[in-house]
Nanobody, 127 residues
Framework: QVHLVESGGGLVQAGGSLRLSCAAS????????MAWFRQAPGKEREFVAG????????SYADSVKGRFTISRDNAKNAVFLQMSSLKPEDTAVYYC????????????????????WGQGTQVTVSS
C-alpha cells in the first residue's frame, strides 16, 4: 500500500507556471506507475499525464501536450508535474495516482486502473 500527498497547487494568472509535487510513502515507489488526473467542478475526473515505473515512458492528454511535463525521482519517492502556459480551463483539483502494474513501460490513462489516490491539490488559473 502507498500513501500519496500532493502539494504545489495555488492561484496563478493565465500564462503562468506551477509545479506540483506528489510524495509517496509506505511502499516501494518504483513498483508503481504514476499519473496525474484532474477534476473540474461538474466534470468527470480526467487523465492529465502519466509516467511508467522506469520513467522511460510518458503519456499526456492532448489538452496539455507541449505545456505540461511529468517526471519522477525514484530515489526521493516523488512524482512531479511541471505546468506552463496555464489556461483558465486548467483550473481543477489535481490528483496524484499510483498503479501497481508489473509493466516497466506501460502507462494507463483511465481512473479505474489506478489503485491509490492522493487527496488532491487545487489549481486555479485566472484570466
Amino acid at each position: 500500500q502507498v500513501h500519496l500527498v500532493e502539494s504545489g497547487g495555488g492561484l496563478v494568472q493565465a500564462g503562468g507556471s506551477l509545479r506540483l509535487s506528489c510524495a509517496a510513502s509506505g511502499s516501494t515507489f518504483r513498483h508503481y506507475a504514476m499519473a496525474w488526473f484532474r477534476q473540474a467542478p461538474g466534470k468527470e475526473r480526467e487523465f492529465v499525464a502519466g509516467i511508467s515505473r522506469s520513467g522511460g515512458s510518458t503519456s499526456y492528454a492532448d489538452s496539455v501536450k507541449g505545456r505540461f511535463t511529468i517526471s519522477r525521482d525514484n530515489a526521493k519517492n516523488a512524482v512531479f508535474l511541471q505546468m506552463s502556459s496555464l489556461k483558465p480551463e486548467d483550473t481543477a483539483v489535481y490528483y496524484c495516482a499510483a498503479d501497481s502494474t508489473y509493466s516497466l513501460t506501460l502507462v494507463k490513462v483511465t481512473t479505474g486502473n489506478y489503485d491509490y489516490w492522493g487527496q488532491g491539490t487545487q489549481v486555479t488559473v485566472s484570466s
